[in-house]
């Protein structure tokens, strides 16, 4: 009874293991193909360069991808979810909509500089336009939270009086444009000071929300 005990113990531990190994190589596979889009640009990202710099053949990406377009969305899922994994600690909870407004605009700032890379594979993806089926490269709903997130932020500071009236939805598509340019503009630009660039974004759309009114009495 305890030798099955311990077969079964090796044989769990070798699935564990196995399924790290693959984990592992599959997020890297996805690293090397935010390096190639973002350095080579969409089209000349081929399966072949992004295997070439994981070391690997196109037949071990073809094991863990059906083929570019799982690879492109893989790609997307993961950029946003280390983006929101890095802005969300900072933006703050504490002082109100129009704090919570600026420190996420400045964090979404610190993003793009901490991990260049990531929002440029975005940017050539999104240049690239639709698949030749006319689907999107990858799935909106993966940038989804970031504008939810800038919309509730938005509609509290109306809500207390802190922002002036103003539409949602023309507000949220606007800070959101004027953060997704900068990979843009760092890539003319690759001593863009960012530092400074968050502050004017924030000054910019302290100016473009606020209530000149509000006292924070309410």
């Given at each position: 009874?305890?030798?099955?005990?311990?077969?079964?113990?090796?044989?769990?531990?070798?699935?564990?293991?196995?399924?790290?190994?693959?984990?592992?190589?599959?997020?890297?596979?996805?690293?090397?193909?935010?390096?190639?889009?973002?350095?080579?640009?969409?089209?000349?990202?081929?399966?072949?360069?992004?295997?070439?710099?994981?070391?690997?053949?196109?037949?071990?990406?073809?094991?863990?991808?059906?083929?570019?377009?799982?690879?492109?969305?893989?790609?997307?899922?993961?950029?946003?979810?280390?983006?929101?994994?890095?802005?969300?600690?900072?933006?703050?909870?504490?002082?109100?909509?129009?704090?919570?407004?600026?420190?996420?605009?400045?964090?979404?700032?610190?993003?793009?500089?901490?991990?260049?890379?990531?929002?440029?594979?975005?940017?050539?993806?999104?240049?690239?336009?639709?698949?030749?089926?006319?689907?999107?490269?990858?799935?909106?709903?993966?940038?989804?939270?970031?504008?939810?997130?800038?919309?509730?932020?938005?509609?509290?500071?109306?809500?207390r009086g802190e922002f002036r009236p103003f539409d949602l939805n023309v507000m949220t598509t606007t800070?959101?444009?004027?953060?997704?340019?900068?990979?843009?503009?760092?890539?003319?630009?690759?001593?863009?000071?960012?530092?400074?660039?968050?502050?004017?974004?924030?000054?910019?759309?302290?100016?473009?929300?606020?209530?000149?009114?509000f006292t924070g009495d309410r």
């Amino acid at each position: 009874m305890r030798s099955n005990f311990h077969t079964n113990d090796q044989s769990s531990t070798e699935q564990s293991r196995q399924s790290f190994i693959e984990a592992a190589r599959r997020a890297q596979i996805i690293e090397c193909a935010i390096d190639a889009i973002a350095e080579l640009g969409f089209a000349q990202a081929s399966l072949a360069q992004i295997a070439k710099r994981a070391g690997v053949s196109t037949g071990v990406i073809s094991y863990y991808f059906a083929g570019k377009d799982d690879l492109i969305a893989a790609v997307a899922a993961h950029v946003f979810a280390v983006g929101e994994a890095h802005i969300d600690p900072m933006v703050s909870r504490e002082g109100g909509a129009r704090i919570a407004l600026l420190s996420f605009i400045a964090a979404s700032v610190d993003f793009i500089a901490a991990k260049p890379r990531y929002p440029m594979a975005i940017m050539n993806i999104i240049r690239a336009g639709r698949a030749e089926s006319g689907a999107p490269r990858f799935d909106p709903v993966v940038g989804e939270a970031r504008r939810v997130a800038f919309t509730n932020i938005l509609q509290l500071g109306q809500q207390r009086g802190e922002f002036r009236p103003f539409d949602l939805n023309v507000m949220t598509t606007t800070i959101i444009e004027a953060l997704d340019v900068i990979p843009q503009q760092r890539a003319a630009a690759p001593d863009l000071d960012l530092k400074a660039y968050a502050a004017e974004l924030t000054t910019l759309f302290d100016l473009a929300t606020r209530n000149p009114s509000f006292t924070g009495d309410r």
